[in-house]
Protein backbone atom coordinates (compact mmCIF):
# COMPACT_ATOMS: atom_id res chain seq x y z
CA UNK A 1 0.00 0.00 0.00
CA UNK A 2 1.40 3.29 -0.48
CA UNK A 3 1.83 5.31 2.57
CA UNK A 4 1.62 9.22 0.30
CA UNK A 5 -1.56 8.22 -0.11
CA UNK A 6 -4.40 9.52 2.36
CA UNK A 7 -6.76 6.21 3.69
CA UNK A 8 -10.04 6.45 5.32
CA UNK A 9 -10.63 3.66 7.81
CA UNK A 10 -13.65 2.09 7.65
CA UNK A 11 -15.01 -0.86 9.91
CA UNK A 12 -18.47 -1.81 11.71
CA UNK A 13 -19.37 1.04 14.72
CA UNK A 14 -23.20 0.38 15.55
CA UNK A 15 -24.48 -2.35 17.49
CA UNK A 16 -20.83 -2.61 18.36
CA UNK A 17 -19.79 -1.54 22.46
CA UNK A 18 -18.63 2.03 22.71
CA UNK A 19 -19.34 1.74 18.36
CA UNK A 20 -15.71 0.41 18.25
CA UNK A 21 -14.33 3.59 18.91
CA UNK A 22 -11.27 1.72 20.80
CA UNK A 23 -10.72 -0.31 17.71
CA UNK A 24 -10.54 2.47 15.22
CA UNK A 25 -8.42 4.70 17.51
CA UNK A 26 -5.81 1.88 18.41
CA UNK A 27 -5.68 1.22 14.49
CA UNK A 28 -5.32 4.83 13.42
CA UNK A 29 -2.12 5.19 15.80
CA UNK A 30 -0.72 1.81 14.55
CA UNK A 31 -0.79 3.26 11.02
CA UNK A 32 0.08 6.77 11.90
CA UNK A 33 3.14 4.99 13.58
CA UNK A 34 3.68 3.36 10.58
CA UNK A 35 3.65 6.40 7.90
CA UNK A 36 -0.11 6.58 6.61
CA UNK A 37 -2.09 9.38 6.64
CA UNK A 38 -5.04 8.04 8.40
CA UNK A 39 -9.03 10.19 8.43
CA UNK A 40 -10.72 8.17 10.93
CA UNK A 41 -14.68 8.77 11.24
CA UNK A 42 -14.12 8.07 14.95
CA UNK A 43 -12.08 11.74 15.09
CA UNK A 44 -14.62 13.37 12.96
CA UNK A 45 -17.07 13.08 15.52
CA UNK A 46 -17.92 16.25 18.17
CA UNK A 47 -16.48 16.40 21.83
CA UNK A 48 -20.30 15.49 22.94
CA UNK A 49 -20.73 12.79 20.40
CA UNK A 50 -17.60 10.91 21.22
CA UNK A 51 -18.20 10.69 24.90
CA UNK A 52 -21.85 9.37 24.51
CA UNK A 53 -20.32 6.93 21.99
CA UNK A 54 -17.69 5.90 24.35
CA UNK A 55 -20.71 5.56 27.12
CA UNK A 56 -22.89 2.98 24.54
CA UNK A 57 -22.94 -0.49 25.77
CA UNK A 58 -24.80 -1.71 22.66
CA UNK A 59 -23.34 0.53 20.20
CA UNK A 60 -26.84 2.12 19.92
CA UNK A 61 -27.95 5.73 18.07
CA UNK A 62 -30.78 5.91 20.60
CA UNK A 63 -28.62 5.81 23.17
CA UNK A 64 -26.65 9.33 22.05
CA UNK A 65 -28.60 12.31 23.22
CA UNK A 66 -27.04 14.56 20.36
CA UNK A 67 -28.22 16.55 17.83
CA UNK A 68 -26.09 14.51 14.95
CA UNK A 69 -28.57 12.22 13.45
CA UNK A 70 -27.07 8.10 11.56
CA UNK A 71 -27.72 10.28 8.64
CA UNK A 72 -25.96 13.18 9.45
CA UNK A 73 -23.07 11.26 10.09
CA UNK A 74 -23.17 8.96 7.38
CA UNK A 75 -23.10 12.35 4.92
CA UNK A 76 -20.07 13.53 6.40
CA UNK A 77 -18.48 10.72 6.16
CA UNK A 78 -19.81 9.95 2.29
CA UNK A 79 -18.25 13.62 1.60
CA UNK A 80 -14.98 12.82 3.48
CA UNK A 81 -14.91 9.57 1.08
CA UNK A 82 -15.63 11.73 -2.21
CA UNK A 83 -13.48 14.86 -1.30
CA UNK A 84 -10.58 13.77 1.07
CA UNK A 85 -8.98 10.38 0.54
CA UNK A 86 -7.89 7.78 -2.21
CA UNK A 87 -8.31 4.99 -0.14
CA UNK A 88 -9.94 3.00 2.07
CA UNK A 89 -8.47 0.35 4.75
CA UNK A 90 -11.28 -2.01 6.00
CA UNK A 91 -11.02 -3.33 9.41
CA UNK A 92 -12.48 -6.90 10.37
CA UNK A 93 -16.23 -7.00 10.16
CA UNK A 94 -16.76 -4.47 7.88
CA UNK A 95 -18.50 -7.19 5.23
CA UNK A 96 -21.37 -7.30 8.02
CA UNK A 97 -21.59 -3.75 8.54
CA UNK A 98 -24.39 -1.91 6.59
CA UNK A 99 -22.58 1.41 6.88
CA UNK A 100 -19.21 0.17 5.98
CA UNK A 101 -20.86 -1.53 3.08
CA UNK A 102 -22.42 2.13 1.96
CA UNK A 103 -18.44 3.50 2.43
CA UNK A 104 -17.03 0.68 0.23
CA UNK A 105 -19.84 1.17 -2.36
CA UNK A 106 -18.53 5.19 -2.78
CA UNK A 107 -14.87 4.45 -2.43
CA UNK A 108 -15.64 2.12 -5.68
CA UNK A 109 -17.53 4.84 -7.10
CA UNK A 110 -14.87 7.24 -6.73
CA UNK A 111 -11.97 5.06 -7.56
CA UNK A 112 -10.81 4.80 -4.51
CA UNK A 113 -7.86 1.83 -3.65
CA UNK A 114 -8.43 -0.78 -0.71
CA UNK A 115 -6.53 -2.51 1.57
CA UNK A 116 -7.26 -4.85 4.86
CA UNK A 117 -5.69 -4.34 7.81
CA UNK A 118 -5.39 -7.54 10.24
CA UNK A 119 -2.64 -8.01 12.99
CA UNK A 120 -0.85 -4.45 12.78
CA UNK A 121 -0.62 -4.56 8.89
CA UNK A 122 -2.69 -3.16 5.66
CA UNK A 123 -2.15 -5.62 2.29
CA UNK A 124 -3.99 -4.78 -0.69
CA UNK A 125 -7.09 -5.87 -1.33
CA UNK A 126 -8.97 -6.49 -3.97
CA UNK A 127 -11.73 -4.45 -6.29
CA UNK A 128 -13.86 -7.02 -7.70
CA UNK A 129 -13.60 -8.30 -3.57
CA UNK A 130 -15.12 -5.55 -2.42
CA UNK A 131 -17.63 -4.99 -5.21
CA UNK A 132 -18.48 -9.14 -4.61
CA UNK A 133 -19.13 -7.79 -0.91
CA UNK A 134 -21.93 -5.39 -2.22
CA UNK A 135 -23.55 -7.06 -4.84
CA UNK A 136 -24.11 -9.63 -2.37
CA UNK A 137 -25.68 -7.08 -0.20
CA UNK A 138 -27.45 -5.64 -2.97
CA UNK A 139 -28.56 -9.28 -4.13
CA UNK A 140 -29.84 -10.03 -0.62
CA UNK A 141 -32.09 -6.89 -0.34
CA UNK A 142 -33.52 -7.45 -3.96
CA UNK A 143 -34.59 -11.40 -3.12
CA UNK A 144 -36.76 -10.14 -0.06
CA UNK A 145 -38.68 -7.88 -1.89
Known sequence: MDKSLKYYLCGPMSGCPQFNIPLFDQVTAVLRADGYTIVSPAERDTYETRLGALASEQGCHADLSIAETYGDMLARDMKILADEVDGIILLPGWAKS??????????LCTGCIFGYYSKGKVKPYKKNQVAGVVAGELNSRFKRT
Open 98 to 107: NGAKVEAYIG
